[in-house]
């Protein structure tokens, strides 16, 4: 058959042509027609010993060998008539299913990323930096809004490109993952594997444009704000050790992984002094700063839509 469903994806059809071993194991496929289990035959060449021929074999899927012929023949037989107009219609269906998850679940989806599992920790440090430079809760607060209206403004006014360098994102993404220099702590190799392992790549991106479509929507720009309150907490933390370090931004990432491993304390004076220097930044609308802050809350929030597992969680909570 060329065609399997992918039950990960809410039955989206895939072609056995654009389909290898990984994607295979990702996807969850099953017949689109009796929906049993079917395994992946990657294009070939077949050698007829007797006749010397050699033939060419499209990639394609199988059912199992224990699978009734005739019940196969027919799957095969309803396979072959599968047009484009029905592929269309699987995509959209399944596009919709995303839609509903997003609009019913999308918080707790996101949560199941490794970077959201301290939230309600990032979120009082913030409150308490802002609070503790600022000297008053409402003071405090009308900065803290002020940072959330300046970093969605610009992430909206930017999302047309952010979305169309989705695929070098991702990409980028995948080699900093893959690099040892960048990745050292153990815990976070076993993490960055396992979703490596649970992801198809090539709808990760797709759902990702999706994610952050959907973020950019108005009843969904409480959870962009939570997504920044927890990448400006960040900000905070990897400035302030990379201060006490004394470290070249070469070095950034790799106290930005290390953090979130919990392997290095942080010292509260420096860290006030970068609360400090993000009031005066906000207050005094200082562009270098502010573009600062802005790039790296960008780039830690589309990371956190990158590396949440997706299908994972569509099955969890579908």
């Not at 990657?42 to 010397?52: D, I, M, V």
């Not at 918080?107 to 990032?122: A, M, P, R, S, V």
């Not at 000297?135 to 300046?150: C, G, I, L, Q, R």
């Not at 220099?181 to 392992?197: M, N, P, T």
Request: aromatic content about 10%.
């Amino acid at each position: 058959m060329q065609y399997a469903a992918s039950i990960k994806y809410g039955g989206l059809l895939v072609n056995a042509s654009e389909c290898d071993y990984e994607a295979f194991r990702n996807l969850g496929l099953t017949c689109p027609h009796c929906h049993e289990s079917v395994f992946l035959v990657q294009g070939h060449e077949r050698h007829y010993q007797k006749t010397s021929k050699v033939t060419e074999v499209a990639s394609h899927f199988c059912h199992r060998p224990d699978k009734n012929k005739d019940a196969i023949a027919l799957c095969e037989l309803r396979s072959r008539q599968i047009t484009s107009t029905e592929i269309q219609r699987r995509e959209t269906k399944s596009k919709n299913q995303r839609l509903q998850l997003f609009n019913r679940h999308l918080w707790n989806i996101l949560l199941t990323c490794y970077k959201l599992k301290d939230f309600e920790n990032k979120q009082q440090s913030l409150d308490s930096g802002f609070r503790s430079v600022c000297k008053s809760e409402s003071n405090a607060t009308v900065v803290k809004n002020a940072y959330k209206d300046f970093l969605i403004g610009h992430i909206s006014s930017y999302s047309g490109s952010i979305i169309s360098e989705a695929d070098f994102f991702f990409s980028d993404l995948m080699n900093k993952i893959s690099d040892d220099k960048l990745v050292l702590q153990e815990d976070l190799k076993a993490i960055l594997i396992l979703w490596r392992q649970q992801i198809d790549a090539k709808m990760q991106v797709e759902i990702y444009k999706e994610a952050v479509t959907c973020l950019l929507q108005k009843k969904h720009l409480p959870i962009l704000e939570k997504l920044m309150v927890a990448s400006l907490s960040n900000f905070v933390t990897i400035t302030a050790l990379s201060v006490d370090l004394n470290l070249g931004d070469s070095d950034r990432l790799q106290i930005y992984n290390s953090f979130f491993t919990g392997e290095i304390s942080l010292n509260k004076e420096t860290e006030l002094d970068v609360y400090q220097t993000l009031v005066e930044a906000i207050v005094t609308q200082d562009s270098e700063r502010l573009s600062a802050v802005y790039h790296f809350v960008r780039d830690d929030v589309l990371e956190t839509i990158a590396f949440t597992p997706w299908a994972e969680s569509f099955a969890k909570f579908s």
